[in-house]
């Protein structure tokens, strides 16, 4: 496997990841309405992103699965939002908003320097498949970092000082 594969391979399961990581999150901090409903549609880039690496995998030799199945609400998505709910009154919760945002951020910025090497690349190659690829989803990519980083600045004052 040469290294367009094995970027194209990372970046897929990176962003497979984030998707996974933000929804999880969303559903942790339900209460927070804002955050909440930022990271489900911010999710629905990462899994744009994997399913258009999926597609563009087979030109490389790759067979990357499509997207992530969603799973069908049931009993426990009930226990979680009960949960969510009730953690949501806690100062504690704050921390943790804290903590996964940093987490979404790393993610995020992984990712992105995976999308800067699949640019670089399309351009040392001249393969305009790589190149119209990263560019259209390294800046959302971006998009991305840009939030958890924004809501870092806004509620690290408030969270930590208060702790």
């Given at each position: 496997m040469n290294g367009i594969a094995l970027t194209l391979r990372a970046l897929h399961q990176g962003e497979r990841d984030l998707e996974r990581d933000l929804l999880a999150a969303a559903e942790r901090h339900r209460t927070d309405h804002e955050f909440h409903?930022?990271?489900v549609d911010v999710s629905r880039w990462s899994r744009e992103h994997a399913a258009r690496l999926?597609?563009?995998g087979h030109h490389y030799g790759l067979d990357l699965s499509g997207p992530?199945?969603?799973?069908a609400p049931g009993a426990l998505s009930a226990l979680r939002e009960r949960a969510a709910e009730a953690l949501g009154r806690?100062?504690?919760t704050g921390l943790l908003l804290l903590h996964d945002l940093r987490d979404l951020h790393l993610a995020a910025a992984g990712n992105s320097l995976h999308w800067e090497m699949v640019g670089q690349v399309g351009q040392a190659e001249?393969?305009?498949r790589l190149l119209d690829l990263a560019a259209s989803c390294h800046p959302q990519t971006l998009r991305q970092m840009r939030w958890t980083n924004t809501m870092i600045k806004e509620l690290s004052p408030q969270?930590?000082?208060?702790v």
């Amino acid at each position: 496997m040469n290294g367009i594969a094995l970027t194209l391979r990372a970046l897929h399961q990176g962003e497979r990841d984030l998707e996974r990581d933000l929804l999880a999150a969303a559903e942790r901090h339900r209460t927070d309405h804002e955050f909440h409903h930022v990271a489900v549609d911010v999710s629905r880039w990462s899994r744009e992103h994997a399913a258009r690496l999926a597609e563009a995998g087979h030109h490389y030799g790759l067979d990357l699965s499509g997207p992530r199945e969603q799973s069908a609400p049931g009993a426990l998505s009930a226990l979680r939002e009960r949960a969510a709910e009730a953690l949501g009154r806690r100062p504690e919760t704050g921390l943790l908003l804290l903590h996964d945002l940093r987490d979404l951020h790393l993610a995020a910025a992984g990712n992105s320097l995976h999308w800067e090497m699949v640019g670089q690349v399309g351009q040392a190659e001249r393969d305009s498949r790589l190149l119209d690829l990263a560019a259209s989803c390294h800046p959302q990519t971006l998009r991305q970092m840009r939030w958890t980083n924004t809501m870092i600045k806004e509620l690290s004052p408030q969270l930590l000082g208060s702790v």
